[in-house]
């Protein structure tokens, strides 16, 4: 027999519940970054290869300048991005951004005025670029401008544990995940603050199911944040709310265009790593994130 006293209404479970305080996520009910109601997307954008990769030499917080690869990766992505709605679309509104921020590091600043000027090419206005410390690269101490192999050889243990155990280990003189953390939370929030200032939140009760939203231009305004593979693995775990132990279930190939999207207050990741507008370029032995991924490197 079924306790009728275990059965509530949606009325009452609300009522019980409340309204969802401003940052708190109405998914979890856990503390977070983004402002209750949002409605809005966040377009993530790794930057393009550097003299540092073809190297294979652990870049962090160190200068390394875009090759002439890395300059056309830039070009097509903001090619891309400047035409959301060219076959195959864009989960990105049909509009100019609203804010375009980028790492402060040399090789992200390239990437973001690259790709700033083809969507200004296309006709769409940008506003003026932003740099942000809080989306610089992880600093990776003694290990930075080092090979794979130098690395082992003097500092294996720790790059094992890295590899393993990101929030326990990190590169001697380096920054710890949590110290990256308190820096994207800073910058995240004042970004998504910035987002929903003068506009109206939205609501969940509406379809979450893809394929029933409704017809007509996308009023969402949207901002590109240019960065790196480290940070960016940071940034999207913050904003799903998932721990840092999830550091390494994300990967951001060079060029490529990742979107999170912002339903309500709840962030969604829409798009992981797209790539495609790279061509065969996505897949150049030149430019193999997904070799550096596994090496650890950033």
Not at 12 to 22: F, I, K, N, V, Y
Not at 153 to 163: I, K
């Given at each position: 027999m079924v306790d009728p006293g275990r059965h509530r209404t949606l009325k009452?479970?609300?009522?019980?519940?409340?309204?969802?305080?401003?940052g708190e996520d109405p998914a979890s009910g856990a503390a977070s970054l983004i402002p209750s109601g949002l409605d809005a997307v966040l377009v993530l954008l790794r930057h393009g290869q550097t003299q540092f990769i073809v190297e294979k030499r652990f870049q962090g917080a160190m200068e390394a300048p875009l090759t002439a690869l890395g300059e056309r990766q830039a070009r097509l992505a903001g090619r891309r991005l400047a035409t959301p709605a060219a076959d195959p679309p864009l989960p990105i509104p049909d509009a100019e951004p609203f804010a375009i921020v980028h790492?402060?590091?040399g090789r992200a600043s390239r990437t973001a005025e690259i790709a700033a000027a083809e969507i200004r090419a296309a006709g769409r206005s940008t506003p003026p670029l932003r740099p942000d410390p809080g989306f610089s690269e992880i600093a990776q101490g003694g290990w930075e401008g080092l090979t794979d192999e130098q690395i082992t050889?003097?500092?294996?243990?720790?790059?094992?544990?890295?590899?393993r155990w990101p929030t326990k280990f990190n590169a001697p003189g380096g920054e710890s995940l949590d110290q990256v953390l308190a820096r994207v939370e800073t910058s995240l929030s004042a970004l998504l603050a910035e987002m929903s200032d003068g506009t109206a939140p939205g609501t969940l009760d509406r379809h979450q199911v893809l394929g029933y939203g409704d017809a007509g231009p996308d009023p969402r305004r949207w901002s590109l944040v240019v960065g790196h593979g480290?940070?960016?693995r940071v940034v999207v775990c913050a904003l799903l709310g998932l721990p840092m132990e999830h550091f390494w279930n994300f990967d951001f190939g060079l060029g490529a265009i990742t979107v999170m999207e912002i339903r309500a207050g709840r962030a969604v990741l829409r798009a992981l790593n797209l790539d495609a507008h790279l061509g065969v370029e996505a897949e150049s032995p030149a430019d193999d994130s997904s070799e550096r991924d596994r090496s650890g490197a950033l």
């Open positions: 009452s479970t609300l009522r019980e519940a409340g309204r969802p305080r401003a790492s402060p590091l050889a003097r500092f294996g243990d720790s790059l094992a544990g890295w590899r480290g940070v960016f």
